[in-house]
Each structure stands twice: as C-alpha cells, then as structure tokens.
C-alpha cells in the first residue's frame, strides 16, 4: 500500500465535507480535525488514507448506485470479494471455496488438539494422585494420555462427520471409519503396554 497524500487545495472540500460545526485543515498530507494541530486537544482527529495502486480488479459484490456494497446472500451472509487482475467468477468462487476448506480443516485439527489437552487436563490429576507409586504413576500416565487421546478422537471425530452426514455422507462414514481404526489403534496399543507391565519379576 501507498500513503495517499492530500494537497491543501482540498482543504475546503474537505471542510465542506466535514461540515461547519468542526474544524477540518490538511496537516502533512493528511486530514486534521481540531482547532490547532500544533497544540492537540482531546478529541482532535487526525485521519489519513493508504491505498494500493492496481490498474484492474474483480469484484464480487452488489452494485448500490455509484459504489458496490457486499451481497446479502439468501443464508445471511455478505459476499463481497476483490481479485487483483482479470479474475472470472467461476475462479474467484473456486479460490475462496479452497481457501475456505483449508481453513476449516486447520480449525477441526485444531478443535481436536484442544479436545485430547482437555481429557488431558481432566485426566491428569489420577496420575498425579498415583505419583507417590513411581511404577504405578507411569502406568497411569500412560493410561490417561491413551484415554484422552480416544475421547478426544471419538467426540471430535462424532462432531465433524455428523456435520457431513447430510450433505456427504460417504465423507462421514469415511470419517468415522479413519476415527475407529485410530481409536482401536489406541486401545490395542494401551491394552498391550498394561499387559506388559503387569508381568514384574517377583520381589
């Protein structure tokens, strides 16, 4: 972006602009609101403009007279979207549907990280509790990691394909599929090392 410079000799538009009630002046390139800008008041205003100087863009959005305004879409939300260049439509509701779903699968990861660290969290004070049995506290640590591990799989896994259930359900049951084989992963993997560890040499 560029700083949009104003000249003194718009001083008065933007005076008129601004209206008679308040003082307007142009101060270094930029607007000033106030009686004396070498002395600030509380309250003053100083506004100034950045632009970026592009020769074509596209727009996606609704013409309201001389400008254009965000669409209101039939599901309440505002469309407005700017492309530097030649852009069809077609390639600008492509872009953003991608950009979108990129999204959306870095938030659902997210969500179940957050997940796992709560069961975690929860958790967490049954091995704490057993940390006096330095043998028994490292079998439940584990324990606990492969618990919150499942139910955070589990119920994260539950939200997203249920989401898609209606709309792709081949996608949900892949979904939960891929959750299943983790989850049983987990649990065959716990069940092992707890197995394991319970076969100690006698004393």
Known sequence: SQTLVLGTDQAQAVQDAIGAGIRASIVNGGIYLGNNSASPQLGDYRISYEYIPVDTISIIGKQQGAALAPYRTESGDSLLMVDTGTVTAADMFEGAAS????????????????????????????????????????????GTGII????????????IGSAWLFYRPLLALAIFAIAGLIIGGLVFIGRRKKASATVQPAA
């Open 148 to 159: 919150a591990g499942a139910a955070g799989l589990g119920v994260g896994s539950l939200t």
């Open 99 to 142: 950009g979108n779903a990129t999204m959306t699968w870095i938030i659902r990861i997210a969500g179940l990280a957050l997940l796992i660290a709560g069961f975690g969290a929860v958790l967490g004070p049954v091995s704490v509790l057993a940390s006096v049995l330095p043998f028994l506290g490292s079998i439940l640590g584990f």
